[in-house]
């Protein structure tokens, strides 16, 4: 353990804690969006989770909640991860919830890639090689040509790349506004936005007790998702804390054989397994100040 964070060993442990909510988030949807409208599950769960967010943090932040250095940066954040999050569910009703969390994972070669001509920051040859790898992996993934390959292939790229845009400008925001600021801009503006954007199937009321509990659930675990990242980064740096984002693929395998029944046949773990070992190995080298 690195002697300069002698609690990473805690951020580690909020970040399996954080990933396996998410995973459970992710499952959640899925299983609304065999009910509902996409836009109503990511709708209901914006507003859930910018309640629970008010109820913690206005009473200590005040007016500081949506302090803003850049209202444009955090408007624009707020649009790509809304659209991201309603384009991740409708993947969910066409493809294996494994196939579509490793496609997205995609996004954080994308960012490395991108940081070159938008944040001027050294594209490395690594990062042309784990590009390479990880669309590898995609195609093996979605098969083009193949009798399971669809137009909603393109979802999950789709999502990975509105992830990325969102990352991106997550890190030129970084230093400048609050963290909790920049958590809580994204599902205030999920709540105005869904609603322009589909104004026929944003609101729809649960038509059982256990689709009323499962929204419930995705509005708490969204919230407590996020607030273990926080955590998370308080004890340990991204360099550490990085590589156990990709336990949340193995979780959602494990979730989506035993809840859903779904299993990718072994073509679709190798891509899989490839997409992991590209953006591992990408992070692992970025800690190697020889490596660039």
Known sequence: MDPRYPHAARGIGLMLLAV????CLDST?????????????????????????????????????VRTSSLGLQAL?????????????VALGYMQIAVVTSIVFLSPIIVALAAGPLL??????????????GFTGALLIVRPGGAAFGWYVILP?????????????????????????????????GCLL??????????????????????????????????????????????ILAPFNYVQILIVLVIGWVIFGQLPDGIALTGIALIV???LGLILASRRPSAS
């Open 277 to 279: 070992a590209s953006g």
């Open 20 to 23: 396996s909510t998410f995973a």
């Open 120 to 133: 001027g920051e050294r594209v490395a040859p690594r990062t042309w090689f784990a590009l390479a790898g």
């Open 77 to 89: 954040r707020g649009v790509l991860l809304t659209a991201s999050s309603v384009i991740f569910v």
């Open 194 to 239: 869904i609603p322009a954007a589909f104004p026929g199937s944003f609101f729809v009321l649960p038509t059982e007790l256990p689709h009323a509990a499962a929204f419930i659930a995705i509005g708490v675990l969204a919230s407590v998702g996020h607030f273990l990242l926080i955590r998370a980064h308080a004890h340990a740096p991204a360099t």
């Open 29 to 65: 949807s899925k299983y609304l969006g065999q009910h509902y409208p996409a836009p109503a599950v990511v709708w209901l769960r914006s507003v859930l989770q910018t309640l629970v967010m008010m109820a913690v943090f206005v009473p200590r932040m005040g007016p500081g909640l």
């Open 157 to 189: 790229l789709t999502c990975a790349f509105s992830v990325a845009g969102y990352q991106i400008l997550t890190r030129k925001l970084a230093g400048h506004d609050h963290p909790i600021t920049t958590l809580f801009f994204p599902s205030l503006l």
